[in-house]
């Protein structure tokens, strides 16, 4: 009978033969500045172009809409400001409810919260770790009507406005199925797709399904601009209103100050784009060592039982953004010490993200069955992933 | 008989003969990075420390604090961030009513909107350019009730929660004489001190009356982040709020995700914090330079009967942030065609806000009389004031 010191030492020693580095404390994810980094940084100085406008925020917004394929990308000051803006695109308002997933970063509840309209938490799937849209599907054929060409929760009486899947650690939800749901029950998609930068469904880039999507550029990201984010859209005619929303809504002109939205000062600096420029440059490098990690990763813990290493869907060609372990079912009960563990051993990981429906400040929104999202909760844990862990199983 | 092209060519002149460069075109304000920029933007880029956590925000917040004299300062993403925190911090809600001038930048008004809150439109005055204090004292008399301690418009029946003076262009309102209002009413006071980093009233910085206050760091402001703001109180437990609330109200914990409130990411990156930390150390120099610059201009101008530029109010030391002009009555429907024909001979000008009361977004919000704001926005000019222009003025 196997013991709990055996297992956490397994667990332990999987990591350590998988992470080449001599470092003291792996962290979960940091940045790597290898590229044109300080070149595009010191252009900014040296010219004096630091702030809301410049060529670098031109050329990220153009990089972003080259490697993802959306007709308008619109470069923020972080991803949350990224949702919040998507939310008021597709006409979210006061009292309307927003479905999402318990499952996910803070960030997504809160730009709800920014529109005065309610989270409506939606359960996750096993395959993906992100919403689950059959389930989803079965459960608005039980509580929402259509009418008048829009969706109404029959239990609360409130418009059901959009539904925002978020691409969990870079694995896409079921695009085609979620599209599916949102045309018959009339519902706006936005992805959440902070996480899946690098992640392809069925080929194409995440972001290209929803209305807007929102990408992150935060430090702990696959690409970073130290804060940053961007809005996606194939509609221009919504990117040009994102872009004009994220301006101080500023009518241009060459000395008048007139706005004619309340607007937003949501501007990525050009120092921050920058950044995001040569991070960009590097992206397919860290995409191609990031996939060598979790492939490492996927041969090392097979060789335990104890957990499994998540792989993407077979729909999907992830980024690998964070990797995730899930605990069995015998040894969940463990989930505590294992962090504890290891994170005295200098290996950082990390629980995913209590149920948002459980923090007080959301304990009032409306959800469905949940009982895969409290599992997952109980079982994933999240494992070193910087992308140059991989450089040395990566092809030259 | 004077014409009016002879005004024209007076200014053009003046400005030619006060400005010492040989740039083709002269922008209104630009930023200098000849300090430590350079050494610390870099630093983040060899540590990897870029993003919302890093010893350039911690250090920059100290410096903010030592040179403001505030008790705590805040780092966020931006001015209006800051705004919008500093009116829920005094507990701003819906439907409240807050006081703000009618000549002011359009953050102002946005940050009220944000909390669902109403504007509530005041007159400035022509001795700071800033909200006259005895003309809504007055204004209050007459339109206003304290009941149960709190300031009632008995016009509309909406609480009035709080004022938000704007020190324009660096130039300090006068702040006793509000202060001394807002007890009278009952009213919170929060100082928009975006424009005044480095200005002084009565011997203290600015930012030291408010219960709260707000910096920005914009690219254009004396000191710049590329974008950036600050938070300021001499309210400790105010002070850890703001912390908490720009920063996702996360509670601390080695690896779970506990937040208590509907928290914000205004998170300043450090890698902007950093740049930030090297303009602090230069403002005593850009300071000096601004106010030689002021001092020409002073000089120059006097010499010419059409404009007359506007010096600190007798109160205040002020950091000169934009200089202004103002057009006497007999020229003042000269206003656009001075502006086309400066920024033609690549003189940047520029001039005030249009009073947010007209713009049609806030056509709805309650005001006061505002003949001193509508004969300022008809008769004010910004003049070039970036600090280099101000160097070969200033003592070595």
Redesign the interface.
């Known amino acids: 009978m196997k013991q709990s010191a055996d297992v956490i030492n397994n667990i332990v020693s999987v990591l350590q033969v998988s992470l080449p580095t001599d470092k003291d404390f792996i962290v979960l994810h940091?940045?790597?500045?290898q590229g044109n980094?300080?070149n595009y940084?010191?252009d900014?100085?040296?010219t004096?172009w630091?702030?809301?406008v410049g060529k670098y925020v031109d050329r990220f917004e153009e990089m972003l809409q080259e490697y993802t394929g959306v007709k308008r990308a619109v470069a923020v000051?972080?991803?949350?400001?990224a949702l919040h803006i998507c939310l008021k695109l597709v006409g979210v308002e006061r009292n309307d409810e927003v479905l999402l997933p318990a499952l996910t970063?803070?960030?997504t509840a809160?730009a709800i919260?920014?529109c005065?309209a309610v989270p409506h938490f939606v359960d996750s799937c096993y395959k993906t770790l992100g919403l689950d849209p059959i389930k989803l599907g079965n459960y608005l054929h039980d509580i929402a009507e259509v009418k008048n060409g829009a969706c109404y929760n029959k239990v609360t009486g409130r418009r059901i406005r959009a539904v925002v899947p978020m691409h969990t650690f870079g694995h896409p939800v079921d695009l085609d199925t979620l599209v599916e749901v949102c045309e018959r029950f009339k519902l706006e998609l936005i992805e959440d797709a902070a996480e899946s930068l690098g992640s392809y469904y069925k080929g194409r880039h995440t972001g290209n399904w929803g209305c807007v999507s929102a990408l992150s550029f935060?430090?702990?990201k696959i690409a970073?601009?130290?804060?940053g984010g961007a809005i996606l859209t194939n509609d221009e005619s919504l990117g040009r209103l994102a872009k004009h929303l994220t301006t101080?809504a500023?009518i241009p002109h060459?000395?008048?100050?007139?706005?004619?939205?309340?607007?937003?000062?949501y501007?990525?600096?050009?120092?921050?784009a920058a950044?995001g420029c040569a991070q960009m440059e590097k992206l397919p490098r860290f995409l191609e060592e990031k996939r060598a990690l979790a492939s490492v990763y996927q041969r090392t813990f097979s060789e335990i039982d104890e957990v499994s290493f998540f792989t993407e869907p077979d729909f999907a060609t992830s980024n690998y953004w964070l990797n995730v372990i899930r605990l069995s079912t015998e040894w969940k009960h463990l989930r505590d010490e294992i962090?504890q563990v290891t994170?005295d051993r200098g290996l950082m990981?990390?629980?995913v993200?209590?149920l948002l429906c459980d923090?007080?400040?959301y304990a009032y929104a409306p959800k469905m069955d949940l009982s895969v999202a409290r599992e997952l909760e109980k079982t994933i844990i999240n494992i070193p992933s910087s992308s140059f862990l991989g450089a040395p199983y990566a092809k030259a």
């Open positions: 940091e940045p790597s500045f980094e300080w940084v010191k900014c100085l040296d004096g630091v702030s809301s000051v972080n991803g949350t400001a970063f803070i960030a809160n919260s920014y005065e935060n430090g702990n970073t601009t130290g804060g101080t500023k060459r000395w008048e100050f007139m706005h004619d939205h309340v607007g937003y000062n501007r990525l600096p050009n120092l921050n950044l962090l994170n990981t990390r629980p993200w209590k923090l007080p400040i």
